[in-house]
């Protein structure tokens, strides 16, 4: 069993900044591409953000210069650093990761969402 845990999401005013960690727990191998999703209701999951077990990222054009991502391979990690935060960033955001398990390789996993809502 694998999980992915998501904290940092919150409430801030147009301009600021967050920082989304993702931690993935369970009977992991390793850990190929991670990255981050967003969805707004109603509407499709699009990504964000991700990185590939080397360090390889690719961003949405629309946070390219604003999101930084990043991953810490020991501790099968990956954080977002949002930063000049716009209202439409208002979403859900997902972490993703695609997993090599002891019983299965390459399996897609979800975190349960952490709610971004920028405001002033």
């Known amino acids: 069993q694998v999980q992915l845990v998501e904290s940092g999401g919150g409430l801030v005013q147009p301009g600021g900044s967050l920082r989304l960690s993702c931690v993935a727990s369970?009977?992991?191998?390793?850990?190929?591409?991670m990255g981050w999703y967003r969805q707004a209701p109603g509407k499709q999951r699009e990504l964000v953000a991700a990185?590939?077990?080397?360090?390889?990222?690719n961003y949405k054009d629309s946070v390219k210069g604003r999101f930084t991502i990043s991953r810490d391979n020991a501790n099968n990690t990956v954080y977002l650093q949002v930063n000049s935060l716009k209202p439409e960033d208002t979403d859900v955001y997902y972490c993703h990761a695609n997993i090599n398990t002891y019983l299965h390789r390459g399996t897609d996993y979800w975190g349960q969402g952490t709610q971004v809502t920028v405001s002033s």
């Open positions: 369970g009977s992991i191998v390793s850990i190929n591409a």
């Open positions: 990185i590939t077990s080397g360090g390889r990222a």
